[in-house]
């Protein structure tokens, strides 16, 4: 069973910074579109951004456009998460799956995950 483990949340001010990092167990990253989400309390989980299999591709939801970047080292089996000028809205879970389907299915929430999905990270964005 491959799995992915989150980790870099924290709490931060409005306006700071955070990186998140997505390390998936295996060897078989490269094949597969990665993406991060967010749930926040009372909320559906929902789409962050994603990159595809080398990274020649990435999406972003309209909230994190300009503020977020996301990235990807296959050989460090490791997907990226950049969060800059952080609002209190981006406060939630932060998890990273992905799927060997179309790319785009990660920004619709249709695609099947490939990883079992993990605990996630927190991030709290409070002054």
């Known amino acids: 069973q491959v799995v992915v483990v989150e980790s870099g949340g924290g709490l931060v001010q409005p306006g700071g910074s955070l990186r998140l990092n997505c390390y998936a167990s295996g060897s078989t990253l490269m094949f597969v579109n990665m993406g991060w989400f967010r749930q926040a309390p009372g909320k559906e989980r929902e789409f962050v951004a994603s990159i595809s299999q080398r990274g020649g591709a990435t999406d972003y939801a309209d909230s994190v456009k300009g503020r977020f970047t996301i990235s990807r080292d296959n050989a460090k089996n490791t997907v990226y998460l950049q969060m800059n000028n952080l609002k209190p809205e981006d406060t939630a879970v932060y998890y990273c799956?992905?799927?060997?389907?179309?790319?785009?299915?990660?920004?619709?929430?249709?695609?099947?995950?490939?990883?079992?999905w993990g605990q996630g990270t927190q991030v709290t964005v409070s002054s």
């Open positions: 799956n992905g799927g060997v389907t179309g790319f785009a299915d990660l920004a619709r929430m249709t695609f099947s995950n490939y990883y079992s």
